[in-house]
Structures are given as structure tokens and as C-alpha cells.
């Protein structure tokens, strides 16, 4: 169960750590906005690399999650 946990956190991480920087990149660089995340929240463009960091921080403890549960071994 901890592996499955781990896979969903880490993918979902991706998914918003992705969103940040293509909001952050669109936004900074070309004055437009791509992606989905600006239709639900409207941020400035440096509020976006706090969500960057929000999705590295889901990816960290999926890893982490899911090599305690490797660790742990099968009992």
C-alpha cells in the first residue's frame, strides 16, 4: 500500500510542479498563459515557483515513501 501511495504522490507532484513552471515560464517570458493551473487560481508569476516547489516536495516524499516500504521488507 505504502509503493501505491508513493507512485500517487510522486505523479501528482509532477503534474503540479509542471503546471508551475509552464505558468511561471508562460507568464514571465511571454506575457501569455499555458496550461491549466491559471484557470483556477490567478497568481503572480513568482507565486508559481512556490507551487514548483510544492510539487518537488510531493515528488521527495513519494520516493521516500515508497523506499520505506522497500525497506521494510516483506514479512
Known amino acids: 500500500m505504502r509503493t501505491t501511495i ?3 504522490l510522486e ?3 509532477y503534474v503540479i ?3 508551475g513552471v509552464l505558468s ?3 507568464q514571465t517570458f511571454f506575457g501569455t498563459e499555458w496550461g ?3 484557470k483556477v487560481a490567478d497568481l503572480p508569476p513568482t507565486a508559481y515557483l512556490g507551487v514548483v516547489a510544492v510539487g518537488l ?3 521527495v516524499s513519494g ?3 515508497r523506499k520505506a516500504a ?3 521488507g516483506i514479512a
Do not use: K
Open 6 to 8: 508513493g507512485y500517487t
Open 11 to 13: 505523479s501528482i507532484g
Open 17 to 19: 510542479g509542471a503546471q
Open 24 to 26: 511561471f515560464v508562460s
Open 36 to 38: 491549466w493551473l491559471h
Open 57 to 59: 516536495a510531493l515528488v
Open 63 to 65: 520516493v521516500r515513501t
Open 70 to 72: 522497500g525497506r521494510r
